[in-house]
């Protein structure tokens, strides 16, 4: 035990540990190295990912190193509705970019990344604000993993911070530049296996070993109200809504997502999503229940820090052993999530800011294999450099989350009507940003009729937001018909209300501003756009087609 109680691991048996885990990813992804790699297989997996390792993948990436500690400290703040409110609509989220996302593949079957069909569509500027938000997103959840990595090490060993996150870096580096994407895909299925066993076997034992359910039942009595409640108002305010929001963002706005939109075989996009949604929701509400468990016991996270709630009571409930799986739970969650970044990163350099602006009508595979390749080290270098640093992750990724809110809308109904202009797509991301940044961190005084114009704002964002998902299920007529029941309902009932939830309108007011300069912007515009033409300029930078069936098997294996 160290001084805090947790149980302390010698430092031989962490390294073992890590050597373990890190050695036998490595040798997984030599199985399906590839003596030329290509492109297309580096960067999307030759766009023949299957069923069952997409799944897996989008599952693994969507869990990372922050979603046990978030979901647990919901459970623990929030209540009986806690981990609901953070698993459910992460898992929903997964579910309702798939319309989309088949849409996307419909319109550019080639592709490899959303900017490239962005830029088809409208050109540099639009696919600049797409590149440069998904750089600042995976830079920053790199350094979220690897810090992670060394918290958890320095806390369950002898070793330093210093040592996880250097471990943690090259580790992760290690297995993930050999093959790229395919290898970040064929590892996350080896780990997502392994977190579902583990979690399978934890969650269980923690609550049985702290005892049972008879324990929770009596807990309730150490709960306020609102605690204990399914329907908690708090909880919908503070934690359901904002993560709703912001979840729908991310999973427009983030590379790792539309990648493995890419990647996985046209036909299986729907299959895929639902299963991931399944996946992601069992896993993450039960991590969220070991945090509800910690306030069912009454105990107190150590130096009332909420990320030691998980590793409190594992250490507290749960012989080292055990301990020691949930350590290997952990590390593997973060590295399927910072491979998918370094992945995510490495294309868009590749396709985006290489094929696309530098290389001209003629980009030469090897040299852009090499452009993913010093990505990758180059990203995890930053990574390692900004976790030493005590920066707020927090309002770094308000920024990015606010900016991937203000390209939900430009971005869809880009690929949908074909009016749309480049100049609405990059004004309206603008100026959505500006009002953001306004009524986030009150740059004016939230009263009287300021505050009333960021409330219909965010209302109209509230709309877009139910409309959108709607429209991707059931059609147009369907969207615009549930966008204006949500925009009433929105008016009446969130005028003079929201203002106390700030960061909920702000994020709100992100989506409202881009949707309505965008749309405002169009209807003044007389082009016409053919969207046949993303077809024929998104394609292959390779000069041979990957075979479908030998996809993730090494040259000249049969």
Request: aromatic share 12%; glycine share 10%; charged share 10%.
């Amino acid at each position: 035990m160290n001084e805090n109680g947790f149980t302390q691991f010698s430092t031989m048996t962490v390294l073992l540990l890590l050597a373990a885990f890190y050695g036998g990813t490595y040798l997984l992804t030599l199985l399906i190295r590839k003596d030329k790699e290509d492109t297309s297989g580096f960067m999307v997996a030759g766009h023949h990912v299957g069923f069952g390792m997409g799944a897996a993948s989008m599952t693994a990436t969507w869990i990372w190193a922050a979603s046990f500690y978030a979901a647990a400290t919901s459970g623990y703040k929030y209540g009986v509705s806690g981990p609901i409110h953070y698993g459910l609509w992460g898992a929903l989220m997964i579910l309702f970019i798939y319309p989309f996302g088949r849409r996307f593949r419909q319109l550019a079957p080639n592709g490899h990344t959303l900017g490239e069909l962005i830029h088809a569509r409208h050109g540099t500027s639009s696919q600049l604000i797409l590149a440069v938000s998904n750089i600042m997103g995976s830079v920053i959840s790199l350094m979220v993993n690897f810090t992670a990595a060394g918290a958890l090490v320095a806390v369950l060993s002898p070793l330093s911070f210093e040592t996880g996150v250097m471990v943690a870096g090259v580790g992760v580096l290690a297995y993930t530049l050999t093959s790229g994407f395919r290898a970040s895909v064929f590892t996350d299925f080896a780990q997502l296996v392994a977190l579902m066993a583990i979690a399978i076997i934890i969650i269980p034992a923690v609550l049985f070993s702290a005892g049972g359910p008879e324990v929770m039942v009596e807990g309730l009595s150490r709960m306020t109200d609102e605690q204990a409640s399914l329907f908690s108002v708090d909880a919908i305010m503070n934690q359901g809504a904002p993560f709703f929001v912001a979840v729908l963002a991310y999973a427009i706005g983030n590379q790792t997502i539309s990648q493995r939109l890419f990647a996985v075989r046209e036909s299986h996009i729907k299959s895929t999503f639902v299963t991931a949604t399944l996946g992601y929701g069992a896993i993450v509400i039960g991590l969220g229940m070991i945090g509800l468990m910690a306030l069912s016991v009454g105990m107190k996270p150590i130096d009332g820090e909420m990320n030691n709630l998980i590793p409190q009571m594992v250490s507290t409930y749960l012989s080292p052993v055990f301990v020691a799986l949930f350590f290997v739970l952990v590390i593997g969650s973060l590295s399927s999530t910072a491979d998918s970044d370094l992945s995510a990163l490495s294309t868009i350099m590749m396709a985006d800011v290489y094929g696309q602006n530098l290389a001209g009508d003629e980009p030469d595979p090897k040299t852009m294999m090499l452009v993913g390749r010093i990505t990758m080290i180059v990203a995890t270098a930053a990574g390692l450099i900004f976790a030493s640093f005590s920066l707020d992750i927090l309002v770094m990724l308000v920024f990015v989350g606010a900016l991937w809110g203000a390209i939900v809308f430009p971005v869809i109904v880009s690929c949908y009507w074909d009016r749309v202009s480049n100049a609405a797509f990059t004004w309206s991301v603008a100026i959505a940003m500006a009002l953001f940044c306004i009524a986030r961190f009150e740059l004016l005084e939230m009263t009287g009729l300021t505050v009333l114009a960021f409330e219909v704002l965010a209302s109209v964002g509230g709309a877009v937001v139910i409309g959108l998902m709607v429209f991707g299920f059931f059609g147009r007529t369907a969207g615009l018909a549930a966008g204006l029941v949500a925009l009433l309902a929105m008016l009446v009932y969130a005028t003079g209300f929201l203002r106390d939830y700030g960061v909920l309108m702000a994020s709100l007011t992100a989506y409202g501003t881009s949707t309505i300069v965008c749309t405002g912007m169009t209807l003044f515009s007389k082009e016409r756009f053919d969207f046949d033409l993303i077809r024929k300029r998104v394609g292959s930078y390779d000069e041979v087609e990957i075979d479908e069936d030998n996809a993730f098997l090494p040259e000249g294996a049969k």
